[in-house]
Nanobody, 126 residues
Framework: QVQLVESGGGLVQTGGPLRLSCTISGRTFASPVVAWFGQAPGKERVFVAAVTWSRGFVYYADYADSVKGRFTISSDNRKNTAYLQMNNLKPEDSAVYYC????????????????WGQGTQVTVSS
């Protein structure tokens, strides 16, 4: 059974950092893609960032325009863990952040991901 476990959310002031982690167990992916999606109350789940890697090296990363230059997605293949370093956080970044995984190519479409974590709350105070 594939499991994604997120951690690292919390309350932070505007301009502060947070790092989210997503650890995957139960399956070895040949061409893994891990993405982060955010969902604010009453809004749709939106793409934040995605990464795919091969042989321990970052192959390609993709970011939503709203987070470019502030967020960095990375992975540690040995630990089967992906990270989302969030810097210069803004109140509009507040949301539940979900980690998702799939096999294959990068995607921004949440419906294309097969596996999901339970979500972790990020709240940015103004």
């Amino acid at each position: 059974q594939v499991q994604l476990v997120e951690s690292g959310g919390g309350l932070v002031q505007t301009g502060g950092p947070l790092r989210l982690s997503c650890t995957i167990s139960g399956r070895t992916f040949a061409s893994p893609v891990v993405a982060w999606f955010g969902q604010a109350p009453g809004k749709e789940r939106v793409f934040v960032a995605a990464v795919t890697w091969s042989r321990g090296f970052v192959y390609y990363a993709d970011y939503a325009d709203s987070v470019k230059g502030r967020f960095t997605i990375s992975s540690d293949n040995r630990k089967n863990t992906a990270y989302l370093q969030m810097n210069n956080l803004k109140p509009e970044d507040s949301a539940v952040y979900y980690c998702a995984a799939r096999e294959g190519s990068l995607s921004r479409d949440f419906s294309s991901f097969d596996y999901w974590g339970q979500g972790t709350q990020v709240t940015v105070s103004s």
